[in-house]
């Protein structure tokens, strides 16, 4: 597998927890916490203390059904927190579809591109992140939130992801990239009902024969919610999936994910070490 050069004690021989604040006033589970500019600088300060080896800052939702924001607001949610992260030695990465979004912080001190279209959503990402030299997540992406849904169609989930990510994943090395940079994201929930979920996520091991980094982001998502609704068919809401997330990021960790995004750092933290420890004892038996 790739090594992604992150510089993150740990990385080596666990799987690396990446704690998400979002600087916005719309996404899916925590919306608004943290869109104020020193709340988020905080939370991302306690993620670190809780145990993150990397702070994720986005300033656009990508729940489903969200709208774009522009350039210029993007900008002002993200630079300055980034800023302020980085100033205090923490390792951040943005979360952005857009190449002068990446651009500009990377300048401001992010040391990884997070982009949920894997490049497709801007097509000068690819040459802005080979500029910069810093990782970059590819994720599979079918389309804009306002209609993704719509594309969740797949007679093969898992094939049909890999392949998909292999092609977009070549695109970007033609643009420059090098391989070390690229870490791949199935996109949980991008253009996925439940069992295209459950399916990826059973799949970790054939997604990781591409041959890089697989970063896994379950965390709160609907499918959790749906897989413990209430009897009556409430799903349980985003903020009481926390556990099932546990559950995931555990067996994620054990199945060979590279990274887990998470909303609630501490227990994940604690959840990859025990699958660690899993995996080494397995070994030496």
């Not at 630079?79 to 912080?105: F, K, N, Q, Y």
């Not at 959503?121 to 994720?139: E, I, L, N, W």
């Not at 069992?195 to 990826?200: E, I, R, S, T, V």
Request: charged fraction near 25%; aromatic fraction near 4%.
């Amino acid at each position: 597998m790739t090594s992604v050069p992150m510089n993150v004690p740990g990385g080596a021989d666990r799987c690396l927890v990446m704690g998400v604040v979002n600087v916005t006033p719309d996404s899916f589970s925590d919306g608004g916490r943290w869109f104020d500019e020193d709340a988020a600088i905080q939370h991302g300060l306690d993620l670190v203390r809780e145990g993150a080896d990397i702070v994720d800052v986005g300033g656009e939702s990508t729940r489903p059904g969200a709208a774009r924001v522009s350039l210029q607001e993007e900008l002002t949610r993200v630079l300055p927190v980034i800023r302020a992260l980085d100033a205090e030695g923490v390792r951040v990465s943005v979360d952005t579809m857009r190449a002068e979004v990446a651009r500009a912080a990377v300048e401001a001190g992010a040391r990884l591109v997070n982009d949920v279209s894997g490049g497709l959503a801007d097509p000068d990402m690819p040459r802005a992140v080979a500029a910069t030299g810093v990782p970059y997540v590819v994720m599979h992406w079918r389309g804009h939130s306002h209609d993704m849904d719509s594309r969740a169609v797949y007679a093969d989930v898992v094939t049909e992801v890999r392949e998909e990510l292999s092609k977009r994943v070549d695109l970007v090395l033609a643009e420059g990239v090098t391989e070390k940079q690229i870490v791949i994201d199935p996109g949980l929930g991008f253009a996925k009902n439940a069992d295209h979920n459950w399916a990826l996520l059973a799949g970790i091991p054939k997604l990781a024969a591409l041959g890089f980094p697989l970063l896994v982001g379950a965390s709160r998502k609907r499918f959790l919610g749906r897989l413990l609704a209430d009897p009556d068919g409430t799903p349980r809401p985003f903020s009481r999936s926390d556990d099932a997330t546990l559950a995931v990021t555990a067996l994620a960790a054990h199945a060979g994910a590279w990274c887990v995004r998470v909303h609630e750092v501490g227990p994940n933290a604690d959840a990859v070490r025990v699958a660690a420890a899993w995996k080494r004892a397995g070994a030496n038996t």
